[in-house]
């Protein structure tokens, strides 16, 4: 009888999802292009924002890789290794310059979606961009939908409507959503403008827009939202050297995140990928460089 016990018993625990490891059940990472950290004290009207941070764990002192430019960095972001590895090396790059070191059966270098979907199959998994050089960037054959805001310079809330409508439809497990409005503004007027500024506090409010969502699909609670950037900038340009360009913030809050704020422990582009992925408990290939924020865990 013990012994039937203990076989039913062992029955139930490998017949329990994988998922049950992970520590929440849906990440939002939201992707701010050319958001320099160093606009964070600065700025009077980002309380979204900061109700996160204050309610979470964030640095301003995450890096950019070099050049601290745009598809070179979210592509380092998404798939955990450095550019000599994955090979996008240029702000527009739509395949990799450099062959790339590893490449999958969908003939690129392992993202994060790659990785969730390999080993969750079953997983939701899309992004939403303003820019459409991102599709070029998370391997959409990895992503169950994707979708580019083309009309946002005239429309500035239709990435958010396309955000509100898909996490309310579709619950993903994970959706990246990619703002180009700050790094629009930054070109055209200046970084650290006051049009800098107020475009920073109107996308602050479609990040509150977001977390509505996320309440109102009843998922919030079971959610870690994650906000960042690509790089940062000086005057009208970004790709150098300066501390300007290359320190861009990072913000996580919510399920398993603790609430202690500023965490001094290091962290570079592409160790985002391997937090996202040890959220998920995902296995990392063995190509990534990026390392877990195992610290911000276990509120």
Not at 60 to 77: C, D, G, I, Q
Not at 163 to 180: F, G, H, Q, W
Not at 225 to 244: E, Q
Request: aromatic residues 10%; charged residues 20%.
């Amino acid at each position: 009888m013990k012994q039937k016990l203990f076989y039913l018993l062992l029955g139930t625990l490998v017949c329990l999802p994988a998922a049950a490891k992970w520590k929440a059940k849906h990440v939002v990472l939201i992707g701010l292009d050319g958001w320099g950290a160093y606009s964070v004290p600065k700025a009077t009207n980002i309380p979204n924002i900061q109700k996160l941070m204050q309610g979470g764990c964030y640095t301003l002192k995450k890096r950019s890789v070099l050049p601290s430019e745009s598809a070179v960095n979210w592509y380092t972001m998404f798939c955990g290794a450095t550019p000599e590895m994955h090979g996008y090396t240029n702000w527009n790059s739509r395949v990799p310059e450099i062959p790339s070191m590893v490449t999958n059966e969908h003939g690129v270098f392992p993202t994060v979606f790659y990785e969730l979907r390999r080993q969750y199959p079953k997983a939701v998994i899309g992004c939403l961009a303003e820019w459409d050089g991102i599709r070029y960037l998370v391997d959409t054959l990895s992503v169950d939908y994707e979708a580019v805001a083309s009309n946002y310079e005239k429309d500035s809330e239709q990435l958010c409507r396309m955000s509100e409508e898909y996490i309310k439809t579709r619950k993903p497990n994970l959706l990246a959503i990619i703002y180009d409005q700050i790094d629009h503004t930054g070109h055209a007027v200046g970084h650290d403008t006051p049009a800098y500024y107020e475009t920073l506090s109107r996308v602050d409010g479609y990040i509150g827009r977001i977390v509505r969502a996320l309440k109102d699909a009843g998922i919030f609670d079971d959610t870690i939202i994650i906000i960042t950037s690509d790089h940062g900038g000086v005057g009208t340009r970004h790709g150098g050297m300066s501390l300007a360009e290359l320190e861009v913030p990072f913000v996580i809050y919510g399920k398993n995140v603790k609430s202690t704020g500023e965490f001094k422990e290091t962290m570079m582009q592409f160790d985002t990928a391997a937090t996202i992925a040890d959220i998920f408990a995902l296995k990392t290939p063995q190509c990534w460089r990026g390392q877990s924020m195992k610290q911000v865990f276990g509120k």
